[in-house]
């Protein structure tokens, strides 16, 4: 795609909220209008949003923030804040997401591009992804939440050392880390993420939001909490339309349709 190709943030087509973080401008960095635009469609998400997907409009992911507008900014500090705040705002409306998010992570995703890899449900790549914190080789310390999202994927001591040594690491031992879910080959990253968001879209999506809400208070839950936390849960769903039609469609040994059920 060329840097003067026109690219739109966000699109909605067929239940898949397709969110574009990066464009071939810049190196791929990170665009903030597209982030920022993100972020305003996450909070006013509808009901016809079955799933998310974040892609990049270039050679790669997401290359992390533009280092050379650091440079330029009159006070780096206070840019760095103004930026880290923006995205954090696009992370928490990530997490608050009820729906699956997909990432569709062709080439490299480095900095604040890897932290939004780690935010992803799932996270589909190719033989030739590869990802990099990239803080360290310009001096500044992690953001986009991947301080605490890496270790509750590798562990605390891999994190450190992925962290510390600045590692590069491929698709394969991604895959092997839990960073990646899986890869495909290069040429059919985008197309297999989305063919997994779509399949998203007719599930049930009560089902996907109590789930991700069980796994997101998982770490900071006792067993005993989130013990209790499954049984509220899951007699809940009982009750509502979607557990409903999946039971009953169990009995009667058909398909469940869940489709503009909650």
């Not at 966000?10 to 810049?26: K, P």
């Not at 809940?236 to 909650?262: H, I, M, Q, W």
């Amino acid at each position: 795609m060329s840097t003067t190709e026109p690219v739109t943030a966000v699109t909605l087509v067929d239940g898949v909220l397709q969110l574009t973080i990066a464009t071939a401008a810049a190196g791929t960095s990170m665009n903030f209008d597209l982030i920022n635009a993100g972020t305003e469609a996450l909070r006013s998400l509808d009901s016809e949003v079955g799933a998310v997907l974040l892609t990049g409009a270039g050679a790669n992911f997401c290359a992390g923030g533009n280092v050379h507008h650091f440079a330029g900014a009159d006070d780096r500090g206070a840019y760095l804040h103004q930026l880290a705040t923006e995205l954090h705002d696009f992370v928490r409306a990530l997490a608050a997401t009820p729906v699956p998010v997909v990432a569709s992570v062709h080439g490299w995703a480095a900095g604040a591009g890897m932290s939004l890899v780690c935010a992803a449900d799932i996270a589909i790549g190719g033989p030739s992804t590869k990802l990099r914190p990239a803080y360290p080789g310009i001096g500044l310390s992690p953001d986009g939440g991947m301080s605490w999202l890496l270790p509750r994927i590798v562990g605390a001591s891999r994190a450190r050392e992925i962290l510390l040594t600045d590692a590069v690491i491929g698709a394969e031992e991604a895959v092997r880390l839990g960073i990646l879910s899986r890869t495909v080959a290069d040429d059919e990253v985008r197309a297999e993420a989305l063919r997994v968001a779509q399949n998203f879209v007719s599930g049930p999506r009560a089902t996907y939001s109590a789930m991700k809400k069980l796994l997101a208070q998982s770490p900071m839950a006792t067993l005993d909490q989130q013990l209790d936390a499954e049984r509220d849960s899951i007699s809940a769903a009982a009750n509502n339309s979607t557990g409903r039609e999946g039971v009953d469609a169990f009995v009667a040994k058909r398909k469940p349709d869940y489709l503009g059920l909650n």
